[in-house]
């Protein structure tokens, strides 16, 4: 699930991406509260959840507003390999 939260930072602008993220957050923990234990074993696993799901979308999106860096510096396809 992480790498689809940071995958998202580079394919969408960020505030579209924030706006996605947050969204299937919310709703990936409101269906786990009002289903326990099929989603979550418990609360405290959801709050883990959430709480690195945050930290990773910030860095990703740290990553992404900083000066000097632009998604489209990637290269469009990978190098040939001779």
Do not use: K
């Amino acid at each position: 699930m992480y790498v689809l939260i940071l995958f998202n930072f580079f394919v969408v602008p960020p505030l579209q991406s924030l706006i996605a993220t947050m969204s299937t957050l919310v709703a990936i923990c409101v269906y786990g509260w009002l289903h326990p234990e099929r989603v979550f074993e418990s609360h405290y696993q959801m709050a883990s959840f959430v709480v690195t799901c945050l930290l990773s979308g910030l860095f990703a999106l740290c990553l992404l507003t900083a000066p000097g860096f632009s998604a489209d510096c990637w290269p469009s396809r990978p190098p040939s390999i001779r």
